[in-house]
């Protein structure tokens, strides 16, 4: 007779930093049913100095780790970007958002721009759009967007897509080992 294992859901904490917008989103995978949770964005006004808006983001992903208890946080790692300064910012917070989950004890993941977009299009040069269409349906589709369902904000499905990557990087890796055995 095979063997039964309980399959325990796994929680992913997906962001999206930014230093005036940074998208965040939770998925659970229980077996192989991906389920979205929840997401958002996190504003900080632009006309703040960046002290304070740094403060919002990193309160707002304590408030949304606290609430949503995930194992993992997953992250885009850091890019080249074509502006010295927006590099600058755009490091500070990643700081504050790898911060936050430090401090929650959770593991911290970090994933390139072409595997998450390998990950949920299938394609590592996917445009935004792309991205969104395919967190859209993976998660259920556009007739759950917004009011209560799926976020509309491209940071925020960013975020979830960082968030998939993960869980189908585990599943993929779990997929490996089993034909290893």
Known sequence: MGEQRSVLPLRVLGVDPGSVRTGWGVVEQQGRTIRFCAGGVLTAPGFRALPERL?????GLVDVI????????SLEKAFLAYNVQSAFRLGEARGVVLLAGAQAGIRLVEYSPAEI????????RAEKHQVQRAVLTLLGGEAKLGAGGLPVSQ???DALAAAICHLHTVRFA????????
């Open 66 to 73: 606290h609430t949503w208890k995930p194992q993992v946080l």
């Open 117 to 124: 977009k390998t990950a949920v299009v299938g394609y590592g």
């Open 55 to 59: 403060r919002v983001i990193y309160s």
């Open 174 to 181: 779990a997929q490996v080992q089993e034909v290893k055995r």
């Open 155 to 157: 940071d925020a499905t």
